[in-house]
Nanobody
Framework: QVQLVESGGGLVQAGGSLRLSCVAS????????MAWFRQAPGKERAFVAA????????YYADSVKGRSTISRDNAKNTVYLRMNSLKPEDTAVYYC?????????????????WGQGTQVTVSS
């Protein structure tokens, strides 16, 4: 069992930056493939970014590629998502997710563990 707790969300102006954090606890938490998803009002939860268990491989959704960085610190059991040049369309609840398989995946069904989410609101 893995527990995930996100933090770092908030209100930011368009063009600004934000860093989200996700602390994982539980059995072998540092060995899980980790990802960020987001869900805007009235929309389905969508993939944002993922990082392999050792941090040597990352993958991004086209919507955030080039202005976001996912990273992890296994010593702290923490995954980060740095987002720059934020846009109003980035407004959503951001969720951290984990899967035990050592392979990056981009669909919600591939992830077994989820955090409660953190709200990001980008004002224009």
């Amino acid at each position: 069992q893995v527990q995930l707790v996100e933090s770092g969300g908030g209100l930011v102006q368009a063009g600004g930056s934000l860093r989200l954090s996700c602390v994982a606890s539980g059995r072998a938490a540092s060995t899980y493939t980790m990802a960020w998803f987001r869900q805007a009002p009235g929309k389905e939860r969508a993939f944002v970014a993922a990082v392999s268990r050792w941090g040597d491989s990352t993958y991004y959704a086209d919507s955030v590629k080039g202005r976001s960085t996912i990273s992890r610190d296994n010593a702290k059991n923490t995954v980060y998502l740095r987002m720059n040049s934020l846009k109003p369309e980035d407004t959503a609840v951001y969720y951290c997710a984990a899967r035990s398989f050592d392979a990056i995946a981009t669909t919600t069904g591939d992830y077994r563990y989820w955090g409660q989410g953190t709200q990001v609101t980008v004002s224009s």
